[in-house]
């Protein structure tokens, strides 16, 4: 089994920083494609962004491009979310996701990933 343990969630104004990270722990953690993804009040979980599992790729919903950076260090297991620039409607759970074992590219579909964190919240004022 896999585990991913979201950090770094918060309230911060509009126009600030977050970043948030992603811990991945589990024996057959074999270092997979991994995604962010959000969800707003009322609204269905969308896609935020993704990497492969060199981080040598990246893939990002046209909203954040230019604005959100994922990265991950595979020495840690670990996937980072760092956001700038930061708009109200940004707000929402921010979770992290793993693609299985030996698929090594990134997706823009949830079904596509088979274990996902708790969340953090991600609070934006303006």
């Known amino acids: 089994q896999v585990q991913l343990v979201e950090s770094g969630g918060g309230l911060v104004q509009a126009g600030g920083s977050l970043r948030l990270s992603c811990a991945a722990s589990g024996r057959t953690f074999s270092r997979p494609a991994m995604g962010w993804f959000r969800q707003a009040p009322g609204k269905e979980r969308e896609f935020v962004a993704a990497?492969?599992?060199?981080?040598?790729?990246?893939y990002y919903t046209g909203s954040v491009k230019g604005r959100f950076t994922i990265s991950r260090d595979n020495a840690k297991n670990t996937v980072y979310l760092q956001m700038t620039s930061l708009k109200p409607e940004d707000a929402a759970v921010y979770y992290c996701?793993?693609?299985?074992?030996?698929?090594?590219?990134?997706?823009?579909?949830?079904?596509?990933?088979?274990?996902w964190g708790q969340g953090t919240q991600v609070t934006v004022s303006s």
């Open positions: 996701a793993a693609r299985p074992a030996g698929h090594y590219s990134e997706s823009t579909y949830s079904d596509d990933y088979a274990y």
């Open positions: 990497i492969n599992w060199s981080g040598s790729s990246t």
